[in-house]
């Protein structure tokens, strides 16, 4: 189950030409400077850019050297910065629009369920024109989703949008590729949504794919474009529990239970924690009477020296999870810390992502 592609294409002052494989499962983010191809790669896919190379989605091919398979042939959805909704139908007869062209043997995508999760049941009769930039792009993802894509395709689906109406779409879109079922591309500009949504991300520049990463290795590489705080940070998925009596919260992920503290208002569930390269200290040993809750088993996988004086440790925890560590050059040489270091990570401080 993978999708395989490589395009080529040529205007007058820019060039694209990537070569990637990448599992066909997941919400994929593209990330990269304006101009850098994002939107021309979402583009190829579809078959809406005349490019050389090929697709491959699983057992299907869109593209080689002899096919060239029509934009309306390929099963896929696009959903662009504005919502181009059908302007003189309802909220419904959007959604349907596509929905009732498929014969319902190709129907893979549940109706209610995909209305009832997107929260459109009330706005249902209104007209297209009646509805606020969320509201638009919420019926401009349902109607994508309701004709069983193979590939949704979203190109920065929030840009346009304020930041309240952003708020209300974002937890939503957590569970798109749940939701959706099928592989999703997701064009953005703002990391805060690479980490709350990607599990892959493709970094380009120049009309190139510099990096094909995790979302794990994007956010740990040092100087990497996607950090918010200008530091390497690890995203850690996993289950939040209640609140205990003292105070405390377990999340349980797949490097093994960890505790916050401090109040938090989301209820229990999946959840992503972002934990900063800078929260993260090491010892060689779990250090007893200290305030710090967590403290995981972990070997030291590399080292890069980052500025003057510091270096980027990168950790691999039970599970395979890994979490960066900004140490000094003076603790990690007292430490003898080096590839294949036993060791154990305090980690200071983590937050949910929102
Ligand atoms: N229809 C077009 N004709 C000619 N050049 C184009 C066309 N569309 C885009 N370009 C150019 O191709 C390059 C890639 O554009 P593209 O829109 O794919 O970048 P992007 O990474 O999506 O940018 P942004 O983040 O600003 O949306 C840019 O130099 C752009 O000016």
Known sequence: MSIQAAFTLQRSDFRLEVDFELPATGVTALFGPSGCGKTTLLRAMAGLERCTGYFRLDDQCWQNDDLFMPTHKRRLGYVFQEASLFAHLSVQGNLDYGWRRLPAALRRNDRDEIIDWLGLTPLLQQRATELSGGQRQRVAIGRALLTSPRLLLLDEPLSALDTRAKREILPLLERLSVQARVPVFYVTHAPEEVERLADRVLLMEGGSITHNDSLQQALARPRSPLFRDDEAAAILEGQLQQTLADGRRPFDGSAGRLWLAGPHTAGPGPVRLRILASDVSVALA??????????????????????????????????????????SAYSVGQLQLTTGSECYALIKAAALVD
Do not use: F, K, W
């Open 286 to 327: 779990p250090v007893p009477d200290i305030s710090i809750l967590n403290q995981l088993p972990a070997r030291v996988q590399s080292l890069t020296p980052t500025s003057e004086g510091r270096v980027l440790l990168m950790l691999a925890l039970a599970g395979g999870q890994q979490i960066p560590a900004q140490l």
